[in-house]
């Protein structure tokens, strides 16, 4: 069965028994699919519907289909849509010429439509994983982040949903520019990814909620030694990117944005908040989404880098790492 049960499958095809066939099979695999005979009827069913995946024979009448994948390769409305090719008997040559005009697969005919069903359902996983990934960092976006809690949920797995901010992130763009404001996400991205890796967290999910807010979805024994890892990298990116004097004298300073006097702000610092289905059992991601939003808001209430944990859950106090405080909600 299709991970896409309601995707429209548009097959472009001017055999019509061949096109009826693979119609039935994908529709048997929970496809809705609409039918074109010509690259005209092509292009008219793509406007009309939006497909979330096209077929296109090769040798379609009108406007084949290496002459339809480049014109929908170039107009931004349909640039990202997801096209397979099918020929019957391709060489080398027509393959490498389907994909380097901006199809995703060749398919070679006869072909059979168990796998023509699989090769359209990971085409469309694809596309919709790069869809919903942040084009700063390349990891997993809101929708990407909101599925993959809630699959832990439903499966009953403890988790522990770390929501991360940086703090004082406004004086860096006033001060530094929305340039420097990017690698200081991308640098948070890395030490999302490495502190994960240090705290050998696993399973693990890393997401990128937008602008400077992350998540990490680990098991709750590993949220402390995960958030403590991060913290320490991000304190050393912190020092690279700022400007020395800044570093120097700990603050950067910038015009407020109402009064125009000089004002301070702290170098920045990161702001976790943590929720725990051991604490809590939550319905859905929503729900944890909340709390771990509610923990990051008392978090962002003390100074220096503060990672929040829900009230009943103590977090071990070590001697390498005493950074980590209690607080009640």
Excluded at 159 to 166: E, M, Q, V
Excluded at 184 to 198: H, K, P, Q, S, T
Aim: aromatic share 8%.
């Amino acid at each position: 069965m299709a991970n896409t049960p309601t995707e429209l499958v548009l097959i472009a095809d001017n055999d019509a028994e061949i096109a009826e066939f693979l119609a039935a099979r994908l529709r048997a695999d929970g496809f809705d699919t609409a039918l074109a005979r010509d690259g005209y009827q092509a292009l008219a069913g793509i406007a009309l519907r939006r497909p979330g995946i096209v077929l296109l024979e090769a040798d379609l009448p009108f406007i084949d289909g290496l002459a339809l994948t480049r014109q929908l390769r170039a107009d931004p409305a349909t640039a990202s849509l997801p096209l397979i090719l099918l020929g019957a008997g391709p060489s080398s040559a027509d393959k490498i010429a389907g994909l380097k005009a901006g199809a995703d697969d060749f398919i070679a005919k006869p072909f059979d439509p168990a796998e023509v069903s699989a090769r359209i359902d990971s085409a469309i996983r694809r596309h919709r994983e790069v869809r919903e990934s942040s084009p700063l960092t390349g990891m997993p976006g809101n929708d990407r982040i909101l599925r993959e809690l809630q699959s832990w949920i439903k499966r009953g797995d403890p988790f522990a949903l770390c929501y991360i901010d940086i703090d004082q992130f406004k004086a860096v763009n006033d001060v530094y520019g929305f340039v420097r404001g990017d690698e200081f996400i991308r640098a948070l991205a890395e030490c999302v990814y490495a502190a994960a890796g240090d705290a050998g967290a696993a399973p693990v999910f890393l997401g990128h909620v937008g602008g400077d807010d992350f998540t990490i979805l680990c098991l709750p024994e590993h949220a402390e030694a995960v958030t403590g890892f991060l913290n320490d990298h991000f304190a050393r990116r912190v020092r690279q990117l700022c400007e020395p004097r800044d570093v120097e004298r700990g603050y950067i300073e910038h015009a407020d944005r109402t009064s125009r006097r000089l004002t301070r702000s702290r170098l920045p610092t990161l702001s976790t908040g943590v929720a725990l289905s051991t604490v809590r059992r939550f319905a859905d991601a929503y729900e944890a989404v909340a709390e771990a939003t509610t923990l990051k808001s008392v978090a962002k209430s003390h100074p220096g880098n503060y990672v929040a944990f829900p009230e009943g859950r103590a977090p071990g106090r070590t001697n390498r790492r005493p950074v980590f405080w209690t607080n009640e909600r």
